[in-house]
């Protein structure tokens, strides 16, 4: 009986499709990107909807490409772009040779591509260009199905193309499995920072209601239902289309019997078909989809005609999808209930199979599915050979998460009784190092100890070495010291492995800010690594820990050359972390002690590309990240920090690259006063940082009582820096000299707001504590000393504050500030200064100046707590913040541009305010930008007052005005 269904309405979904084709094309300009993500539970019609837009695309014109991602975890790296290529090229016609070329070269690409020092990057750049090659001018959509089980190279191709890197206009249309995205699943991370894009929309598509559910199911049987026909329909379907698609089959054929559960549904359905058949939806509910139609009759071993027949009867009773590029269950929830229906004899059976007719297969074995199938016919030995040759092919295109997957199955398989006998201590080494490159810190370190028990007797100087590799990156920094110590002194240690030792050591060193030991040990290395052939490692990270300590504490220019060589060594040899360690430490040390931020932002961002076309993306190129957010915090750039930030937390770092993040994050939420934000930043770094060191410990300290500060928590911000103080190892007088500032800010406002006594002993301890700071710094580098003493400048400032501010010690700081081009603290030390001269009854003209530019400043930072700060102190003296020109224009004077409507507003302001003309509310906003609801509200009230109006509505009048202008 040939299938109705497929002729039913799409009830219920016209709104949504032409949201969806104007999102995808009609909103789209040349050059530009866009992406729709349909999301749903299962049998709410994603995969319908993607094939309906998807005609409808290539009837306005579109080249259209679709794919499907597996259904099991270890996919392989892009198999849906492939499977995507593949089956265009098969419908491409004799006339159309320019167009299938260009599709097979990009195919062959693929086929051809080794791992190398251009990384995954470039061929993530590679197929942009076949992808443009392909289009030829047209605009390209990419649609995929079953997006919750894509693997982390489509996923990082995903990022890549949609931020406009790839130079093409693309549009991408995704359907995703609601109910799959439970937990830490990667892709819920990957939504959530999508939807800040103007041009990425995430729909949900919801079960129809009562109207649509009774317009299906009479277009299904073919006559409107009674209405007791209609509320059972209803009520056992709860709107989901493909039960109410079963349960009107059922009703239009008399089967009207079924229990209520959508198993019994099931079980029914696949009971009525005919013997063949029922083999067919057996055989595909038990492989990974899509089943092409060769190997399905290898695996049941019918007849041609006779598999044709019975698959063309599953199709018709709509529990099979056919496609070219072979079979689908029409929902997945089949293959659950069927999944007990079977004997395990015969499941195995089928699983053999499979894996036989894949094995057969000519051309390219699909390393993955092959493992699976093996795994579950109970032939671990053959499962294990596949999974190891899966491990290898993800690490070949630096898909080091998938390759992480793949070597724990093969570690899983080679415990099962009848499996290959093979080195378990090398698959344990190749799953910790697979590990410790996708950022699973803590599962590296548990692999680690598993191997060295396997191993047996006293640790080997190897082991030692590894094992401090991992506690590092995974934050435990004084661990990790401990055993490169041990590592050096080890019985068994070669010269190799002492320069090894040495090298990492000095690097760890230089992450604890402990720069002159970091030098010395660098040293050691250096001459150790001199000694060794085929030493570029160790010679890349000891000549970055000597580049930065010189530079740090003697010669900036002499260390940049010695870093800048290291990273040039490094990019000749070609190994990815040698790569990442040499851009880590020189866009540390331009945006941090030297102070030369533009550039230092540039080599951080660089790096961050560069490194990720290496696979390092969620260890080393989320530190990168990291430092270019700093960089760009300190430049006043912090919108375009949050993007940078936002960017490297899809990542989902964690240990050590996790506290570089969120420290970094947490500064942009201080200063913009989203307290509820920084304070989870803060706590999650203090829990990762058992162990660490001085460089991450007093920043945190230093960021807690900058947030106690503005929470009016003077003691809080005063313990806190007592805290900082008792981190006597580092070198690093920058980051000192910002805790001292805090401390006494902390005492200032304490005096000021006479809440909180002032501790004279905390003041004196402080007082000495920064001319120890000034003492030291006066033998580093100038450019070190020029940051700290903008810090000691706010210093002497704040402790006048305490027996009557002092405008000229305030006046300094500002000129100190400005020299170094940090706008935040040179607004702050305006107000300041405003404040004293208010105080004092003087120069009442010059405090005005003073506080317009601090509060421009503010608000073009976002930095909400300083400007109410500002606003405040302007309240009390009654000074104008905002000099405005006359609004009445003498007649016949032309009116000015509608733009200036929207002059006063900062960019963040901005953004806020076109969020909510689309209608969204305030805690809809803040999860769109990522801000706590309480910040967006004083944005919303800063808008409304510079706008002079009272209602959203006024507001977004103005909003969408000026968008038509």
Known sequence: MASDVDTAPLVGRAELVQTVRTALLGDVSHGQTAAVFLTGESGVGKTRLLGEIGARLRDQGALVLTGSCLDIGDASPLHPLLQALRRFDADLSASQARTSSAVRGLLQMFADETAGPDGAGALLERVSRGLHLIAEGRPLVLILDDLQWVDRSTRQLLLYLLAGLGDLQLSVLAAVRAESLQGAHPLRRVLTELRRLRTVRVLDLAPLDRAGTERLAAA?????????????????????????????????????????????????????????????????????????????????????????????????????????????????????????????????????????????????????????????????????????????????????????????????????????????????????????????????????????????????????????????????????????????????????????????????????????????????????????????????????????????????????????????????????????????????????????????????????????????????????????????????QWAEAEKVVAAALRHRPSGADAVELLLARCRLSVGYGDIEAAGRDLDAVATVLAGGGARHVIPLLTLRAGLAMWEGRHDVARQAVQRGLTESRSDDVTILSALVWHGLRAEAEAHASRTVAVDPTAVRRLRETAERVARKSASAARPVRSVVDGFLALCAAEVSRLDGSDPELWANSVAEWDRRNHPYPAAYSRLRQAEALLARRSRVATAGKLLREAYGVAQGLGAVPLTSEIRELAGRARVPLEEREATNGTPGTAAGPVDDELAALTVREREVLSLVAEGLTNKEIGQRLFISERTIGVHVSHIFDKLQVRTRVQASAIQLRNRRG
């Open 220 to 636: 299904v049987i073919g006559r409107t239902l009674s209405a007791d026909a209609s509320e059972q329909v209803w009520q056992r379907s709860g709107g989901n289309p493909f039960v109410i698609e079963e349960l009107a089959r059922d009703l239009r054929d008399g089967r009207d019997g079924l229990s209520e559960t959508l198993r019994e549904i099931f079980l029914a359905r696949v009971d009525a078909l005919p013997q063949h058949a029922h083999a067919v939806v057996h055989a595909v509910a038990t492989g990974v989809e899509p089943v092409q139609h060769w190997m399905l009759a290898q695996v049941l071993r019918l007849p041609e005609e006779e598999l044709i027949e019975a698959a063309r009867a599953a199709v018709a009773h709509r529990l099979l999808v056919g496609a070219d590029d072979g079979y689908r269950l029409r929902h997945r929830l089949v293959a659950e209930v069927l999944a007990h229906e079977l004997l395990p004899a015969e499941r195995s059976g089928l699983h053999r199979r499979y894996a036989e007719a894949l094995t057969a297969a000519p051309g390219e074995l699909h390393q993955a599915r092959l493992a699976h199938h093996w795994r579950l016919a109970g032939e671990p030995a053959r499962a294990l050979l596949a999974a190891v040759a899966a491990a290898q092919e993800a690490e070949r295109l630096h898909g080091y998460a998938e390759a992480h997957r793949h070597w724990s199955v093969a570690l899983q398989l080679a415990g099962d009784p009848g499996s290959l006998a093979v080195d378990r201590v090398e698959l344990l080494g190749h799953a910790a190092e697979s590990a410790h490159h996708c950022g699973e810190h803590a599962r590296a370190l548990a692999l680690l100890e598993e191997l060295a028990t396997v191993q047996g007797g006293e640790p080997t100087c190897a082991l030692h070495i590894r094992r401090a590799r991992y506690l590092a990156a995974a934050g435990r920094s004084a661990l990790a010291e401990e055993e490169y110590q041990r590592a050096l002194v080890a019985a068994d240690c070669s010269p190799r492995d002492r320069a090894t030792a040495a090298a990492h050591l000095a690097e760890l060193l230089l992450h604890l800010g402990r720069y002159a030991d970091a030098g010395q040990r660098a040293r050691e290395a250096l001459e150790l690594a001199a000694t060794v052939e085929g030493s570029a490692t160790e010679v890349v990270l000891a000549s970055a820990a000597l580049g930065f300590s010189d530079a740090y504490l003697e010669d900036p220019d002499a260390g940049l050359a010695v870093m800048r060589q290291a990273l040039d060594t490094a990019e000749r040899a070609g190994k990815p972390e040698d790569v990442a360690c040499a851009y880590l430490h020189l866009a540390e040390l331009l945006t941090g002690p030297l102070n030369i931020l533009e550039e230092g932002v540039v080599v951080a961002r660089r790096g961050a590309e560069r490194v990720a076309e290496l696979g390092l993306g969620r260890t080393w190129e989320t530190r990168l990240l990291a430092i270019a957010t700093n960089g760009l915090f300190r430049v006043g």
